[in-house]
């Protein structure tokens, strides 16, 4: 059934199916639609892989939050054989708010991509995104790989690890080609202290506060999701 589950309410489950339907969609988009990660002449094959472990990662975090819909094929579907339409629909709204957001995101982080004119495919693949959008993808990849880990946590999942990981893999796979995706900052020391000139001084301290803000922006938004299911554990007591 498309549901929430107790002891959450409509509004963490509206919440859920947006934010993991937000990161599937801006991983087709990257993986699948980028011109970068897509050269004519050499396109990915990752694409698939990268696109089905976002819902082992969103299955996992927020399966027993919203029952992970993540589409609205699969929420009205099941809906319809549960003979109440209201949550699917619900759902619904909120799965197509989120490919919204996710193609507005997918554009300010490739807008080299829809430049006019047009850059040819050489000029986009030596392409080098500017330092805030470099900071912004560091940003977003770290908030999805630490709410992930954070939901699976919530919820008691028997499988924290293998979800954090699908995120993980899907964020570098999308953002590998913005920022270099390191979405840690211990990482990023690394990449550092490597002497390799993969990152300047600046641009790596840059990475490090990105990456802490999305790191607490995923906690705040965890401990909402936290604070409901004490209500479960206190009820059981």
């Not at 089905?52 to 399966?63: D, L, P, R, T």
């Not at 047009?118 to 392409?127: H, K, M, R």
């Not at 995120?167 to 995706?181: D, F, P, Q, R, T």
């Not at 979405?183 to 490597?194: C, G, H, K, M, W």
Request: glycine residues 8%; proline residues 5%; aromatic residues 8%.
């Amino acid at each position: 059934k498309i549901q929430v589950v107790k002891p959450f309410d409509v509004h963490h489950a509206v919440i859920a199916e947006l934010i993991y339907t937000f990161m599937l969609c801006f991983v087709v988009l990257s993986c699948a639609a980028s011109r970068k990660n897509n050269p004519p002449k050499d396109p990915n094959q990752f694409y698939g892989l990268a696109i089905g472990f976002v819902i082992v990662a969103g299955g996992y975090a927020v399966g027993g939050i919203s029952g992970a819909a993540l589409n609205p094929a699969v929420a009205l579907g099941l809906g319809a054989t549960s003979g109440n339409m209201t949550p699917p629909l619900i759902w619904t709204g909120a799965e197509i708010a989120a490919a919204v957001v996710a193609a507005g995101v997918f554009r300010l982080l490739r807008s080299e991509e829809f430049q006019t004119p047009e850059l040819s495919d050489s000029e986009i693949a030596e392409f080098k995104p500017g330092l805030p959008k470099r900071c912004f993808a560091e940003l977003l990849g770290t908030f999805m790989l630490v709410l992930t880990v954070g939901l699976n946590l919530v919820t008691s999942s028997p499988s924290t690890a293998f979800s954090a990981a699908a995120a993980l893999m899907c964020m570098v796979y999308s953002l590998g080609n913005i920022s270099g995706a390191h979405l840690n900052p211990a990482v990023t020391v690394a990449v550092l202290a490597s002497g390799r000139d993969k990152c300047q001084p600046v641009d790596g301290l840059c990475y490090i506060l990105s990456q802490l803000l999305g790191g607490v922006l995923a906690a705040l938004l965890t401990s909402m999701f936290h604070m409901a299911s004490m209500t479960k554990d206190r009820s059981e007591e």
